[in-house]
């Protein structure tokens, strides 16, 4: 099966742009994560969805939002962004069922970089 | 909230030494126990997982992980290391609560020396 894939791997933003970032599930795969990954902060959790519904969501402003669609591709968008949001973005899927339920498979991630 | 520490940022081993990363978490339900992997310039990677049964469990590339449920830990133990296994390493909780959401450590970077 081929892995948890993200696009673009690579952004540059202005300040006060907004950006898209993309991720494609494992096949079969229903649950998508986000998570925000940063020299100082770590890997910290943005929102999860399932069933094209948001089912958790991290302590992140409105600026960073999400959605998913019927085929579980997801896609995150930042409005309004601020150098603060320099970062390596993962997105990570999940079967959500069998044994393996509650493991997530980590895609490569996009790497956005704001001036 | 859950919330997991990790007790070293920085190792550096040489080559064969033994190596035990520590892993503590704070949450007072069942949880679910992960450590993950990032070699340089690529993705996260499982190395093991604990979901119940035996605490001691091993993962790929001769790691194993004890979960010891009353001091709340989960630490990463491999005998001897090699210079292959320099890269960062992430400990992680999931609370069983039927979310796939992880809370991660900062993560210790580990370098091997030849």
């Known amino acids: 099966k081929a892995g948890v894939t993200q696009t673009p791997r690579y952004l540059i933003k202005t300040r006060g742009q907004q950006v898209t970032l993309s991720c494609s599930p494992i096949?079969?795969?229903?649950?998508v994560s986000w998570y925000q990954q940063t020299p100082g902060q770590g890997l910290q959790f943005l929102f999860e969805y399932f069933s094209e519904t948001q089912r958790n969501k991290g302590n992140f402003p409105g600026r960073f939002s999400g959605r998913q669609f019927s085929n579980s591709r997801s896609e995150m968008n930042v409005s309004t962004l601020e150098l603060g949001d320099s970062a390596l973005y993962l997105c990570?899927?999940?079967?959500?069922?069998?044994?393996?339920?509650?493991?997530?498979?980590f895609g490569p991630g996009t790497r956005l970089t704001v001036l | 909230a859950q919330s997991v520490s990790q007790h070293n940022h920085h190792v550096i081993l040489s080559e064969a030494a033994s190596l035990e990363l520590g892993c503590n978490y704070s949450?007072?339900?069942?949880?679910?126990l992960f450590w993950y992997v990032q070699y340089p310039g690529q993705h996260l990677q499982l190395l093991l997982k604990?979901?119940?049964?035996?605490?001691l469990v091993k993962g790929i590339k001769g790691f194993e992980a004890e979960f010891i449920k009353s001091k709340f830990s989960f630490n990463l133990r491999k005998p001897s290391v090699q210079w292959s296994d320099t890269a960062e390493y992430f400990c992680a909780v999931n609370s069983n609560s039927g979310y796939s959401t992880l809370t991660f450590g900062k993560g210790t970077m580990l370098l091997v020396s030849p």
């Open positions: 990570a899927s999940s079967p959500i069922e069998g044994q393996s339920y509650n493991e997530q498979f």
């Open positions: 949450y007072g339900g069942t949880v679910n």
């Open positions: 604990y979901f119940s049964g035996d605490p």
């Open positions: 096949s079969g795969h229903r649950s």
